[in-house]
């Protein structure tokens, strides 16, 4: 089945910096990778995703970027806010009983100090 | 903005006894998800579903969990008897099996689940 690896577990950022996640995954033949941020108490929230067939994709201060070839997509905040500050999971669908489910990473904690 | 709803919010209970979470899915959704999440493990699926079917409940303790969908607006997962290490927050989430938005799924508040 797929393995999903995420890192760093845990990372601090001064606010107005750039932060960056990295994630691997083992199934090539995975086609989908979404990000979710997770505040304390509260649901895991999709904030971006890409597809395959797509290298890059920006929404405001967050971009995803996905290498198929070495299999491995990162997650990229710039201009670091408090509010950023949450656990942050990467994902990739896989074929599970030849249905699609979602297999998370371990999360990264991501802190922004002021 | 249409989103999952989980109840209860919270729930303490003794060991041994029955527990009953409940989920409603986004209206026009096909696909039902449970997740457990803990610290130690992370983000568990532990059983799904598409148009109500069971598909695939291997990541359950098949002794004491049981998850079903009694119409397309409730899902529900059930412990019986539970147990301390079953302490955790169990997410519900939804999503469709098909079309440009296949794939991506929406979680609920979750449930936090105490076992003393």
């Known amino acids: 089945g797929e393995n999903v690896e995420q890192h760093p577990s845990t990372l601090s950022v001064q606010e107005g910096d750039s932060a960056v996640i990295k994630c691997t995954y083992s199934d090539s033949a995975s086609n989908y990778f979404p990000w979710y941020k997770q505040e304390l108490g509260k649901r895991p929230q999709l904030i971006i995703d890409?597809?395959?067939?797509?290298g890059e994709k920006k929404d405001q201060r967050i971009a995803v970027t996905l290498n198929k070839t070495a299999k491995h997509f990162s997650l990229h905040i710039t201009e670091t806010q408090p509010e950023d500050s949450a656990v942050y999971f990467c994902?990739?669908?896989?074929?599970?009983?030849?249905?699609?489910?979602?297999?998370f990473g371990k999360g990264t904690m991501l802190l922004v100090s002021p | 903005d249409a989103r999952v709803t989980q109840t209860p919010r919270h729930k303490v209970t003794e060991m041994g006894q029955e527990v009953t979470m409940r989920c409603q899915p986004i209206l026009g959704h096909n696909t039902v998800f449970w997740y457990r999440q803990t610290m130690m493990q992370g983000l568990e699926l532990l059983a799904y579903?598409?148009?109500?079917?069971?598909?695939?409940d291997s990541g359950m303790p098949k002794d004491r969990f049981s998850a079903e969908m009694p119409d397309a607006t409730l899902a529900t997962l059930k412990i019986q008897p539970s147990e301390p290490r079953d302490s955790a927050v169990y997410f519900c989430?939804?999503?469709?099996?098909?079309?440009?938005?296949?794939?991506?799924?929406?979680f609920g508040p979750g449930t936090r689940l105490t076992v003393t």
């Open positions: 579903f598409r148009n109500r079917a069971p598909l695939d």
């Open positions: 890409i597809r395959s067939n797509v």
């Open positions: 994902a990739a669908s896989s074929m599970n009983s030849g249905y699609s489910t979602l297999t």
């Open positions: 989430a939804s999503g469709l099996a098909e079309g440009t938005r296949r794939y991506e799924q929406y």
